[in-house]
């Protein structure tokens, strides 16, 4: 048993029952027993990877998206780029060298990432210490100002809460509990849930999935953007909106037990774009693209047979999968989703569409 087990259980024979967004802050971010706070869970050696230690590709793209951008709203200077969760700094700094020849957007840039982790802030760190990287525990410690933005994989691994659909319009919440030395889930009694009276559509035993602190950190993000000018690229799994158990955990790159190890697995939920969207008004949102479309249409392919000219043998093979894993649909290229944020009247971002204008509605 880990020793955050041992603490859970304690807590839930004292309490009672935690949801499991609260299982999940717990698990995550325990100060001393917290998954991020102990480990630098990347790579093989980890338990994950993601885009951005798959090629590089992945963070040049982005950051000539971030510049062309910066550029079409008139190239603030300065502006605040940013990104929450930076992993190892692998994405910010494929992007800050893509960028070095743009006029102006590094001379303009003042780089802050907002990282809850100590192990990997000291990664980061020396990736990006070229740019005095501005480290913040929140959204909120951002300095006012024109913002670009880019989070990767970040909303993914917010507390989640999860709603059984009962009869008419009572839920049942999902709760973490304890038998013995188990951890286990069990529901919670029928009540109404406000925040799902919209869900019309979700039929009697299905689980739907709410993440508030992700509503609240769009919310940040949309009013910057909308009082400052900027833009936000948010990439990572899911869907327009929640439907089903989407709660895992990912322990030496295997699906495991959520609830077998806790602080020594990494705990993820598939991200419902819709609110985050709505929550991020009144900045603009664009409709979603599959991240291998929004690659293709960036230009990822001719950028793979830039790089693959001279590879040869086990490197040239390594190149060929990592575009592959990168934009295949039935890899990485369909499940994740790409959304921008930006103020509205300003032009579309490159590679994305707009939402379809629908025309009035009819009495």
């Given at each position: 048993m880990s020793a955050l087990k041992d603490r859970l259980i304690a807590r839930i024979a004292r309490m009672g029952p935690m949801t499991l967004a609260d299982y999940m802050s717990e698990c995550l971010l325990h100060p001393e027993h917290g998954y991020y706070a102990t480990r630098d869970p990347l790579g093989q050696a980890g338990d994950f990877t993601t885009a951005p230690e798959i090629s590089q590709m992945f963070g040049e793209l982005i950051g000539l998206w971030l510049a062309q951008v910066w550029m079409d709203q008139g190239a603030p200077d300065p502006f605040v780029l940013a990104e929450l969760g930076p992993g190892r700094g692998t994405l910010m700094a494929d992007a800050l060298r893509a960028t070095r020849a743009v006029p102006g957007f590094h001379a303009a840039l003042r780089l802050h990432l907002v990282e809850a982790s100590p192990v990997l802030r000291a990664a980061q760190g020396a990736a990006l210490s070229g740019f005095a990287p501005v480290f913040h525990d929140s959204i909120a410690d951002l300095p006012e100002g024109p913002i670009?933005?880019?989070?990767?994989?970040?909303?993914?691994?917010?507390?989640?809460?999860?709603?059984?659909?009962?009869?008419?319009?009572?839920?049942?919440?999902?709760?973490?509990?304890?038998?013995?030395?188990?951890?286990?889930?069990?529901?919670?009694?029928?009540?109404?849930?406000?925040?799902?009276?919209?869900?019309?559509?979700?039929?009697?035993?299905?689980?739907?999935?709410?993440?508030?602190?992700?509503?609240?950190?769009?919310?940040?993000?949309?009013?910057?953007?909308?009082?400052?000018?900027?833009?936000?690229?948010?990439?990572?799994?899911?869907?327009?909106?929640?439907?089903?158990?989407?709660?895992?955990?990912?322990?030496?790159?295997?699906?495991?037990?959520?609830?077998?190890?806790?602080?020594?697995?990494?705990?993820?939920?598939?991200?419902?774009?819709?609110?985050?969207?709505?929550?991020?008004?009144?900045?603009?949102?664009?409709?979603?693209?599959?991240?291998?479309?929004?690659?293709?249409?960036?230009?990822?392919?001719?950028?793979?047979?830039?790089?693959?000219?001279?590879?040869?043998?086990a490197e040239l093979e390594a190149h060929v999968a990592a575009h592959r894993r990168l934009t295949h649909p039935s890899e990485m290229g369909h499940l994740f989703r790409t959304l921008a944020l930006t103020p509205v009247g300003s032009p579309l971002p490159p590679a994305l569409d707009p939402v379809p204008d629908l025309g009035p509605t009819c009495p």
């Open positions: 670009w933005l880019v989070a990767n994989e970040f909303f993914d691994a917010l507390p989640i809460r999860q709603f059984l659909k009962g009869k008419g319009a009572e839920w049942h919440e999902r709760m973490v509990g304890a038998e013995g030395e188990r951890l286990i889930l069990g529901l919670g009694p029928a009540a109404p849930v406000g925040a799902l009276a919209h869900r019309r559509e979700v039929t009697e035993g299905q689980i739907v999935e709410t993440c508030a602190p992700a509503e609240a950190i769009a919310g940040e993000i949309g009013r910057r953007i909308a009082t400052h000018g900027g833009a936000a690229l948010i990439v990572d799994y899911g869907d327009a909106e929640s439907i089903g158990d989407t709660f895992q955990a990912l322990r030496a790159h295997h699906p495991v037990d959520p609830l077998e190890a806790p602080g020594l697995a990494d705990l993820t939920a598939h991200v419902a774009f819709g609110p985050i969207a709505r929550a991020a008004s009144p900045a603009r949102a664009s409709a979603l693209v599959p991240q291998g479309v929004f690659l293709e249409r960036l230009g990822i392919t001719a950028r793979a047979q830039a790089l693959a000219r001279g590879l040869t043998g």
